[in-house]
């Protein structure tokens, strides 16, 4: 998995063979409906709910489409990544369930929620300094050197792209054709496996991806037409603090999605509380992106089939207390 120049780019084949992977592994996650929220938008909006996938995300999906993919001896050696969270449980869960053996590069300020569910996985956690200006990646690639560990990045990697674009495939294949389809972005992994599915089941959808304002990376990229840098963003949407898209993600991006938009902080809980208060869903900011671009009429719906990806559900409790107050 390090030897980006040895891995084809990844197509819709790819998204079909890891759905047979992830088949009575991952979760088939419901459709969810609000005719609250319908009323509200004048779209007919149909909810992915991957805030109930295995380890509370979609990034499930792609971490262990990619594990399994490893020969046996990467698999002894096992795996390091880097994450703020969602992906640090992913691989751990996915390592797991497999027998590997997986070390999670962690920001020392990284929710609590997600570093005790990730330990309790079973991997051990390393922290870094992102304040400090300590690079995750630095770090990892130090840890697959001395042990011989793979590493497995959060969203930059045709196995974790594909494995993401099983969560779209099943969304078409349950409630069929799209207007269009909003999901949220960090370093478009999700983004550019969903874009994927819906070119092949869903002909003429507009797919478009929806960032923190404070972290408009991918959205700076997608109107260059080059990969932006950006400085670590100060947002809620923790899962969404990338400074810039992948090698592998924008080109997938600038091929398959239409639009990038950005809401606030604000905005995404308003959306979380509606998520809550009326569809009885734990969704944590970065999962309310999508959810939050409709809502705020951030892309035109009035009239349309939507499908919004609800990426995941893993909140500090006392964290959401506080922004619902």
């Known amino acids: 998995m390090n030897d ?34 319908d009323a509200l938008t004048g779209a007919q909006v149909f909810f992915k709910c991957e805030n109930l996938q295995r380890m509370g995300a979609f990034k499930f999906r792609g971490a262990y489409n990619a594990l399994s993919q490893l020969g046996a001896d990467e698999r002894r050696r096992g795996v390091v990544a880097f994450s703020s969270g969602n992906h640090a449980q992913a691989v751990a869960l996915a390592g797991r ?3 590997v053996p ?18 309790g996985y079973g991997a051990e956690v390393v922290f ?18 001395e042990r011989g560990a793979t590493v497995v990045p959060p969203f930059d990697h045709p196995w974790v792209i594909a494995g993401q674009g099983t969560a779209a495939k099943e969304l078409f294949e349950d409630v069929g054709p799209l207007d269009l389809l909003l999901t949220p972005c960090g370093g478009a992994g999700l983004l550019s496996g969903s874009a994927i599915a819906a070119a092949r089941l869903s002909p003429g959808i507009r797919v478009i991806g929806v960032e923190p304002a404070a972290g408009d990376d991918v959205q700076r ?7 932006q840098h950006i400085a670590v963003p100060d947002t809620i949407a923790d899962g969404a603090r990338t400074q810039s898209p992948g090698d592998f993600t924008l080109p997938l991006v600038l091929e398959h999605v239409h639009d990038i938009v950005t809401v606030t902080d604000a905005e995404i809980v308003e959306a979380m509380r509606f998520l809550w208060e009326r569809m009885k869903l734990v969704v944590e900011p970065t999962g309310a992106l999508a959810a939050a671009a409709v809502l705020k009429g951030r892309v035109e719906v009035r009239d349309r089939r939507v499908g919004v990806i609800l990426s995941g559900g893993n909140v500090d409790l006392k964290a959401v207390a506080t922004l619902f107050a």
């Open 128 to 145: 870094y300094d992102r304040a400090a200006g300590q690079s995750r990646e630095e770090v990892a690639k130090r840890i697959s050197a």
């Open 97 to 99: 369930l497999l027998g």
């Open 4 to 37: 980006r120049a040895s891995v084809a780019a990844v197509g819709y084949a790819d998204v079909e063979a890891a759905a047979s992977r992830l088949e009575g592994v991952a979760h088939r996650t419901p459709v969810a409906t609000s005719s609250q929220f």
């Open 102 to 119: 997986a070390v999670i590069v962690m920001p020392a300020d990284a929710p609590t929620v997600k570093v005790a569910a990730t330990r």
């Open 221 to 227: 990229s997608f109107r260059a037409k080059s990969k």
